[in-house]
């Protein structure tokens, strides 16, 4: 095997010395140059800017006109189910006014035999206890219950 050898180094060429105000020069060409393509990205980032400006007043207006018509189909079934629901309680009501009927209420009466009392009584209740408040230890435990006393 070969082991690679390394070249010595040349030392770097020296340049002539620049004239005194060749710096200035140099800078002001780059300053130059820099404004020159600034100036001609200055329309194409103007023109780009309100074409994503139009581009999201576009997307604002076709959201909110989206948002309009579902709420405008919310509001269609909303009427539809309380349409249905207004005619199912006429329907009920009906229904309850047939089976409320006095004559009705009578001919199922008299074929259970039944008939009205001959004595009216009155039933006196008694009152209802009153428990205490818990205190002491018991009180944590009313935090556990959801009974109503």
Do not use: C
Not at 20 to 37: I, L, P, S, V, W
Not at 44 to 56: E, Q, Y
Not at 116 to 131: T, W
């Amino acid at each position: 095997m070969i082991a690679p050898e390394l070249l010595p180094q040349e030392p770097a060429p020296r340049r002539a010395p620049q004239p005194r105000g060749a710096d200035r020069a140099r800078h002001a060409t780059r300053r130059r140059t820099r404004r020159k393509r600034l100036r001609l990205q200055r329309p194409v980032f103007v023109v780009l800017s309100l074409a994503t400006l139009a581009m999201m007043m576009m997307l604002v207006y076709v959201q909110l006109t989206a948002a309009v018509t579902s709420t405008t189909y919310k509001l269609a079934q909303a009427h539809r189910e309380r349409a249905a629901l207004l005619a199912d309680s006429l329907q009920n009501d009906e229904t309850i006014a047939q089976l409320q009927a006095p004559e009705r209420l009578a001919a199922i009466a008299g074929t259970l035999r039944m008939h009205d009392p001959r004595v009216y009584a009155v039933v006196r209740l008694p009152e209802p206890k009153v428990h205490p408040k818990p205190s002491g230890l018991a009180f944590f435990g009313t935090w556990f219950t959801t009974t109503e006393r």
